[in-house]
């Protein structure tokens, strides 16, 4: 029975192509079979077949053995272009480029994908010590002030919706309360930004803020900063720049 027959149902090789995709894209570097196989759980000899014509079309990349995979250059080419193309991340350029100069951090807009944020743009900062970031990175929103911040413009019953009861702990000072982070949002909508508190790195503080051109909100911006270097006159200085980043945003990108 065809998936049109089925009412819409989806094509099984597809639904398995494209989780194959995202586990080697949420697990760099190379994979035996077996462990492949024991994560997706599909029968070893389909999994094989599908990986080896994912390999032929340039989706999956073997090492010199052939048999370890890994991601390969073409999802390379499909995330690129998906930035290239996105008209928020291009409205966004000069706005990141000024609140980079101001703050003399590194700065990111991300978009929310169910529970994680992805980073669509960064900024580095111009100091020696900086943080580590790049584009496309996924992150739990529970454990950065961008995922916070775009939290804080669900209701409470939304995100409770959206999160399980125990969030996972990258760091001593993750929040793993979802009732704690809810507590936490009442406050990032009173202030109107949020703090990553050395939750998803030590070392680094980050204020992020949604951008209002939609509610709730899809895309936030932040600014991060190891805290080794940040004094009470730097915050000040780096909330007042974000705000100021986070109106123009929302400006620019109201009508995309």
């Not at 995330?79 to 966004?92: H, L, R």
């Not at 990111?108 to 584009?135: I, K, M």
């Not at 919706?161 to 009173?190: S, Y």
Request: hydrophobic share 40%.
């Amino acid at each position: 029975m065809s998936a049109a027959d089925a009412g819409g149902s989806q094509v099984k090789s597809a639904v398995r192509t494209v989780e194959l995709l995202e586990y080697f894209a949420a697990r760099p570097g190379m994979h035996s079979l077996a462990a492949v196989q024991e994560a997706v759980g599909y029968p070893k000899s389909s999994l094989y077949m599908l990986l080896r014509t994912l390999v032929d079309l340039g989706w999956i990349e073997t090492d010199t053995t052939g048999t370890r995979y890994g991601i390969g250059v073409r999802a390379l080419l499909v995330g690129t272009s998906y930035i290239d193309g996105d008209e928020v991340v291009a409205a966004a350029r000069p706005t990141l480029d000024r609140l980079a100069d101001d703050t003399t951090e590194t700065v990111h807009l991300a978009r929310l994908d169910g529970t994680d944020v992805v980073y669509l743009a960064t900024r580095q900062s111009q100091h020696y010590l900086r943080p580590f970031a790049r584009v496309g990175r996924r992150l739990p929103v529970h454990s950065t002030s961008l995922g916070k911040a775009l939290l804080a413009t669900f209701t409470d019953d939304q995100v409770r919706g959206m999160l399980p009861p125990n969030l996972a702990q990258l760091t001593e000072h993750t929040l793993t309360d979802r009732e704690a982070l809810i507590e936490e949002l009442h406050a990032v909508r009173e202030q109107g930004y949020a703090v990553d508190r050395e939750e998803n790195t030590l070392g680094l503080r980050c204020f992020g803020l949604a951008i209002p051109n939609r509610t709730p909100a899809r895309d936030a911006v932040s600014c991060s900063v190891p805290v080794a270097r940040l004094t009470p006159d730097h915050e000040q200085l780096i909330k007042d720049m974000l705000f100021g980043a986070r109106d123009r945003l929302a400006r620019v990108t109201r009508r995309l």
